[in-house]
């Protein structure tokens, strides 16, 4: 075979023999998982972190739907609306610690325009 001037070694193309292969760090309770996955599976490790991304890429991830996160945002609010009310000093006006309340729940005034969880308001 003539020399095509290249003073390296001869290229060398991947084949369906040969797989890339990868190093994985994991933590002592990750790695007894996967050994315990591979055991019930009858599989060694390697085949069995194969697999386990295999069926991780091909899950569909699941949806949280607009209602269910919008309930939990009031469920929060209300959880802090109490925590604040007990924090707050009781010899205060009830319309002072309303205000107060509100100003730590919705933020100041001046901020509004800076929050992204509310609808911007067309000027």
Not at 54 to 66: H, M, N, Q
Not at 105 to 116: A, H, K, Q, W
């Amino acid at each position: 075979m003539p020399n095509s001037g290249k003073k390296d070694g001869p290229t060398i193309r991947p084949t369906a023999a040969r797989e890339a292969v990868s190093a994985v760090k994991m933590s002592e309770r990750l790695t007894a998982e996967v050994d315990a996955w591979a055991e019930a599976h009858d599989m060694v490790r390697s085949d069995a972190i194969r697999r386990l991304i295999e069926i991780g890429l091909s899950a569909t991830p699941c949806e949280v739907s607009r209602r269910s996160v919008s309930r939990d945002q009031t469920a929060i609010e209300v959880l802090a609306v109490k925590q604040l009310d007990q924090l707050l000093d009781p010899s205060l006006p009830a319309e002072e610690r309303e205000r107060r309340i509100r100003r730590l729940t919705e933020g100041p005034p001046e901020f509004s325009d800076e929050r992204i969880d509310l609808p911007k308001v067309k000027k």
